[in-house]
């Protein structure tokens, strides 16, 4: 069973709000939550390859890890997944390995490439698109989904001019 829609737009503007936290304290805008299917949201998932030297501890797999490490948690089988950006290929792989049954994003990967971070290459190489659940995800876009985006942008742009670096893929590519 799937949470209700309402549910998992709250969520999301949970999950929106919380990335635009984390920037602010020095974070990227990926988040990742979990909600069963009887609506309980799991705790938020950030970025934290760079704190961990961690390749793979993405926001949507940090997200997991600690949904399934949690005492008296829900499963995460079943479970949506939500991220403020569409999760890159190993999260979708991750996901679908261990039971997610849907996922929702807010900012699709074609336009968190704009803002800097594309990892569309990882798509093809991994067959992303052969993942049933890759195929379904669907966006759940709502107002300020972009803010973290934006303002990632806008602070690491006073701080270098160097190219945006995400998931092994470096891009110089401007927001239009």
């Given amino acids: 069973m ?27 805008p990926f988040v990742g939550v979990l909600v069963a299917g009887d609506g309980q949201p799991s705790a938020a998932g950030v970025n934290r390859v760079r704190e961990t030297a961690d390749p793979t501890a993405h926001a949507e797999i940090v997200a997991i890890r600690t949904a399934i490490a949690a005492p008296g948690s829900h499963p995460v089988a079943g479970a949506t ?50 993942l049933p659940l890759a195929r379904t995800a669907r966006p759940l876009p709502m107002a300020g989904s972009l803010a973290p985006f934006t303002r990632y942008r806008e602070l690491h742009r006073a701080r270098t001019t160097e190219p945006l670096r995400t998931h092994d893929r470096t891009t110089s590519k401007e927001p239009s």
Wanted: proline share 3%; glycine share 12%; charged share 15%.
């Fill in 81 to 130: 997944l939500l991220a403020t950006g569409e999760p890159c290929a190993l999260c979708y792989g991750f996901a679908a390995e261990h039971g997610v049954a849907a996922v929702r994003f807010a900012v699709d990967a074609a336009t968190a490439a704009i803002w800097g971070f594309d990892y569309r290459d990882g798509y093809s190489a991994a067959g992303t698109g052969r």
């Fill in 2 to 28: 799937s949470a209700d829609p309402a549910v998992l737009r709250t969520a999301m503007e949970h999950a929106v709000a919380f990335a635009a936290r984390h920037v602010e304290a020095g974070g990227l």
